[in-house]
Nanobody, 122 residues
C-alpha cells in the first residue's frame, strides 16, 4: 500500500489549506487513515485527526478541534484534511498514515506517506 500526500504550502495566519492523501493499492473501506503533525525540530509525530475504515468515526486532537476537518472521497480513494484558521504552531510536516483502526500513536501505524510541508507565517 502507498500513501501520497499533497496540498501543503505557505499560508498566512488565519488562512486555510486542504491536504490530500491518496491511497494506492488498497481501498478506503479496508483502512483507517490518520493525519500526523511533526513540528520543526521535533522527532515525534503527533496525531491530529483520524477517520475510521467505515468512514463513520472521526477523531481530532484538542488543538485542532473546530479548525480542522477530516473527510474522504471513497471513489477517489482520497482522504482530506481541511485546515482553517491556521496558526504558526501548526507549521511542520504533515503525514498521513494507515492501519486497520485509528490509533493514538505514530508507532501503531504500518503505512506512511512521504509528508507534505505546511508553513504558517506572515
Amino acid at each position: 500500500m502507498d500513501l501520497v500526500e499533497s496540498g501543503g504550502g505557505l499560508v498566512q495566519p488565519g488562512g486555510s489549506l486542504r491536504l490530500s492523501c491518496v491511497v494506492r493499492w488498497s481501498t478506503l473501506d479496508q483502512i483507517a487513515i490518520g493525519w500526523f503533525h511533526q513540528a520543526p525540530g521535533k522527532e515525534e509525530r503527533e496525531v491530529v485527526s483520524c477517520i475510521s475504515a467505515s468512514g463513520i468515526s472521526t477523531t481530532y486532537a484538542d488543538s485542532v478541534k473546530g479548525r480542522f476537518t477530516i473527510s474522504r472521497d471513497t471513489p477517489k480513494n482520497t482522504v482530506y484534511l481541511q485546515m482553517n484558521d491556521l496558526k504558526p504552531e501548526d507549521s511542520g510536516v504533515y503525514y498521513c498514515a494507515g492501519d486497520r483502526v485509528c490509533g493514538d500513536w505514530a508507532s501503531y501505524y504500518e503505512y506512511w506517506g512521504q509528508g507534505t510541508q505546511v508553513t504558517v507565517s506572515s
